[in-house]
């Protein structure tokens, strides 16, 4: 597994919309390419086990790591436009060397930023809310990934036998 840590900087480093990376956003972009890393690879890129709660994926793990890494990532409190409290996170050095990551990471990591870059927030939220581990299981479980992959996987499997007939 990668250090969580890495993956976070990598993100840091790399989303374009550097003001658009609250502990939400981030926290379930990390879902996302831990989503897609068991779809690709049948593996988490991280050792998070996804807990679906009230506000789809989510744990305390990312904002766990960045508090344990002051040195490298900045907390900014702020507020939403409508008043409520509002966490951003960023580099202390942009410039930062970051920590080599494989290229399968680094590869699903680049294809959720792409996917995700130009969606605002409620866009954003739809598209998390409708990938199948959300979709096909109930709140306030945890949510096994690479078991949910195997599962989508033989659905799709499945549905193109009965398209060919």
Do not use: C
Not at 6 to 30: F, G, Q, W
Not at 57 to 74: A, G, L, M, Q, S
């Amino acid at each position: 597994m990668v250090e969580l840590i890495d993956i976070i900087s990598y993100i840091l480093k790399n989303y374009p919309h550097k003001n658009e990376l609250s502990n939400a956003r981030l926290t379930k972009m990390v879902y996302l390419i831990d989503w897609r890393s068991a779809f690709d690879y049948g593996e988490q890129v991280t050792n998070i086990n996804w807990y679906f709660d009230n506000y789809g994926p989510f744990v305390h793990d990312i904002e766990d790591t960045i508090d344990n890494n002051p040195e490298t990532i900045r907390k900014i409190d702020t507020h939403t436009m409508y008043g409520t409290k509002k966490t951003m996170f960023m580099l202390k050095d942009e410039g930062m060397m970051l920590n080599d990551l494989p290229e399968n990471t680094t590869s699903t990591i680049n294809i959720i930023i792409e996917r995700t870059k130009k969606l605002y927030w409620k866009d954003f939220i739809n598209f998390v809310y409708s990938t199948y581990p959300i979709v096909t299981s109930e709140r306030y479980t945890f949510l096994n990934l690479v078991q949910k992959a195997k599962e989508y996987h033989k659905e799709l499997a499945e549905e193109q036998e009965i398209s060919i007939g």
